[in-house]
């Protein structure tokens, strides 16, 4: 499956963004779907992830401000980010594959980046 990101852009600390990730494929046959960032100097980290039976997972850092949801009709899968803050200024990565915790070993976007100004 081939998976392109967008909705990143320049925002300031407390705004929202949407990133989108459109699939190439029927998204309702992928078992597992979600978003890795990567900040300079840092480790790649799996922010979000949602299951096709829609179980989420979600990084300590970002629950309670990210939202995860997946529209198989439309084979997008979408991360709603409020109270933005710099700490999230990161490329953001989509996947797909068979395990929200192996989502690294699956299908990757290229990438859309997210900056969040203090």
């Known amino acids: 499956v081939q998976l392109v990101e967008s909705g990143g852009g320049l925002v300031q600390a407390g705004e929202s963004l949407r990133l989108s990730c459109a699939a190439s494929?029927?998204?309702?046959?992928?078992?597992?779907m979600g978003w890795y960032r990567q900040a300079p100097g840092k480790e790649r980290e799996l922010v979000a992830g949602i299951s096709r039976g829609g179980s989420t997972h979600y990084a300590d850092s970002v629950k309670g401000r990210f939202t995860i949801s997946r529209d198989n009709a439309k084979n997008t899968l979408y991360l709603q980010m409020n109270s933005l803050k710099p700490e999230d200024t990161a490329m953001y990565y989509c996947?797909?594959?068979?395990?929200?915790?192996?989502?690294?070993?699956?299908?990757w976007g290229q990438g859309t980046q997210v900056t969040v100004s203090s």
């Open positions: 996947t797909a594959g068979e395990f929200i915790p192996t989502l690294a070993l699956g299908s």
């Open positions: 494929g029927i998204i309702a046959s992928i078992n597992a």
